[in-house]
């Protein structure tokens, strides 16, 4: 009897655990047999993942924020190569997280370990001398976005144009009645979405400009509401304290556990920390204004090594500016509401977005989850098997 298939993955931060959790699916319907462990989250999990560590362990951003956890970081990557190198796996999957990645999968490929790094870092935008080292470190690269794949095979890198799983995920037409109707919205009322960001110091950093924004929109638009997902009980109550400070209490607005993607249908314009948000909020085609505040040192270095005009992902897909982005010093309450207020009360400027927005959610449904499942099978020594009829990933998953 052949051994079992063992493959390696580790995902960094919520949403390589959703890459890592479809991934598993659409390999599961043409595999069944395999092992998969290392690290990833809870939707990982679900998919018979088996979790070394919690994936909250690499979810850090910005430059300097980094230092603090690089001791952890450091220990945790080199207890990971020692565990893979010592038992290698058949391939290695890095998902995103290319700082802890990359390194990581220089080590098992010089072992002779196949290598996959999931999700091109973002050297269209900044810090481009690192196609070198994932040229060192990925025996292929799969793409989320079509753009990227020319710049790998230029540089001689194998590389697949995946799609975005997201565009796969949500509907072309997002159901908004329906969304008001959940969230108990009178289809008259004008909803902003106010999104700080899912970590603990995103919302201690964005809360207090969000909500000196929502106060000056509340006064401009008599009658509106403002809703505000948070993930967690921490950054719930990190939000309600900076309510308390600003003396915002009276703010017609609603906190959520969760419940982003309802947010953001309901709202008529959405206030979003950069991010993978702001591609949420295009696919589900709501008008937004992009924001991002970082301590001075980060900040500094962000300008300095930046490519590109726009950080915004909706922005780069387009390649131009399509929504505003306020970042930095620009992201004052004044600037920030008078964003908003324009693109709620625009129909015109909105119905030109949905349709920018339709433009880009269709090229990113590609059915990432099948065609990356493709691409790494040939990895494996395996022939990729025949996309289902009805181009589901989830249909054929069992054991």
């Keep these: 009897m052949a051994a079992r298939v063992r493959i390696a993955l580790v995902a960094g931060e919520a949403s390589g655990d959703l890459l890592g959790a479809h991934l598993l699916q659409a390999l599961r319907a043409r595999m069944h047999e395999f092992e998969a462990f290392g690290i990833g989250g809870p939707r990982m999990l679900a998919e018979g993942f088996d979790t070394w560590h919690s994936l909250e362990q690499l979810a850090v951003r910005g430059y300097v924020e980094v230092l603090h956890s690089v001791p952890g970081l450091v220990r945790l990557r080199r207890e990971l190569r020692s565990r893979?190198?010592?038992?290698?796996?058949?391939?290695?999957?890095?998902?995103?997280?290319?700082?802890?990645?990359?390194?990581?999968?220089?080590?098992?490929?010089?072992?002779?370990?196949?290598?996959?790094?999931?999700?091109?870092?973002?050297?269209?935008?900044?810090?481009?001398?690192?196609?070198?080292?994932?040229?060192?470190?990925?025996?292929?690269?799969?793409?989320?976005?079509?753009?990227?794949?020319?710049?790998?095979?230029?540089?001689?890198?194998?590389?697949?144009?995946?799609?975005?799983?997201?565009?796969?995920?949500?509907?072309?037409?997002p159901d908004r009645d329906a969304a008001r109707d959940q969230l108990r919205l009178r289809p008259e009322t004008t909803v902003l979405a106010l999104l700080p960001g899912s970590r603990q110091s995103e919302v201690s950093r964005m809360g207090e400009l969000m909500i000196d924004t929502a106060v000056l929109v509340n006064a401009q638009v008599p009658g509106s509401h403002f809703l505000v997902p948070l993930v967690s009980r921490e950054t719930r109550l990190i939000f309600e304290g900076a309510l308390y400070r600003r003396q915002a209490e009276n703010l017609p607005l609603t906190i959520l556990y969760g419940h982003a993607h309802d947010a953001m249908v309901a709202a008529d314009a959405v206030l979003v920390a950069s991010g993978t948000a702001t591609l949420e909020a295009a696919l589900l085609k709501r008008p937004m204004v992009i924001t991002y505040k970082m301590p001075g040192a980060s900040a500094w270095i962000m300008r300095r090594r930046a490519y590109l005009p726009y950080v915004g992902l909706p922005n780069v897909l387009a390649g131009e500016f399509i929504v505003p982005?306020?970042?930095?010093?620009?992201?004052?309450?004044?600037?920030?509401?008078?964003?908003?207020?324009?693109?709620?009360?625009?129909?015109?400027?909105?119905?030109?977005?949905?349709?920018?927005?339709?433009?880009?959610?269709?090229?990113?449904?590609?059915?990432?989850?099948?065609?990356?499942?493709?691409?790494?099978?040939?990895?494996?020594?395996?022939?990729?098997?025949?996309?289902?009829?009805?181009?589901?990933?989830?249909?054929?998953?069992?054991?």
């Design 84 to 173: 893979l190198l010592a038992h290698p796996p058949d391939l290695f999957i890095g998902i995103d997280a290319p700082d802890f990645n990359l390194d990581l999968e220089i080590a098992l490929r010089k072992r002779g370990v196949p290598t996959v790094h999931y999700v091109s870092p973002s050297i269209w935008a900044w810090r481009g001398e690192r196609i070198h080292k994932i040229k060192r470190a990925a025996d292929k690269v799969l793409a989320l976005f079509p753009f990227e794949a020319p710049i790998y095979e230029k540089a001689g890198v194998p590389v697949a144009y995946v799609g975005h799983p997201l565009a796969d995920e949500f509907p072309e037409v």
């Design 325 to 399: 982005e306020l970042l930095l010093d620009d992201a004052t309450p004044e600037n920030l509401a008078q964003a908003l207020v324009n693109l709620a009360t625009d129909k015109i400027v909105r119905a030109r977005l949905e349709e920018r927005f339709t433009a880009i959610h269709r090229q990113l449904r590609q059915n990432a989850a099948v065609r990356a499942a493709e691409a790494i099978l040939p990895m494996l020594g395996r022939i990729p098997a025949p996309r289902p009829g009805t181009g589901s990933v989830s249909q054929g998953a069992g054991t």
